[in-house]
């Protein structure tokens, strides 16, 4: 069984930072990638970040050059730091893994972007 436990989450103004991590445990035996999506109120959950276990990356249009996937590998833990953050941005954050045995979710951390 694997868990993904996310953390970070939190309230900010607009143009602030944040930082989301998401630590995997369990019976990891080889992870494909792993990635942040988020789901808004009212609105279908979309990609945010991927990182892929050869490092490459992909990033939603409306977050590139704002937020940055990174990824401890040792630790089997993602990271997503969030600069310039907007209303917009405000949402559930969850963490995907997808692994060769199957895809798992985290539990999602909250993030909301308000004055």
């Known amino acids: 069984q694997v868990q993904l436990v996310e953390s970070g989450g939190g309230l900010v103004k607009p143009g602030g930072s944040l930082r989301l991590s998401c630590a995997a445990s369990?019976?990891?035996?080889?992870?494909?990638?792993m990635g942040w999506y988020r789901q808004a109120p009212g609105k279908e959950r979309e990609l945010v970040a991927i990182?892929?276990?050869?490092?490459?990356?992909v990033y939603a249009d409306s977050v590139k050059g704002r937020f940055t996937i990174s990824r401890d590998n040792a630790k089997n833990t993602v990271y997503l730091q969030m600069n310039s953050l907007k209303p917009e941005d405000t949402a559930v954050y969850y963490c995907?893994?997808?692994?060769?045995?199957?895809?798992?979710w985290g539990q999602g951390t909250q993030v909301t972007i308000s004055s």
């Open positions: 990182i892929a276990s050869g490092g490459s990356l």
């Open positions: 995907k893994l997808w692994a060769g045995l199957g895809d798992h």
């Open positions: 369990g019976s990891i035996f080889s992870i494909n990638a």
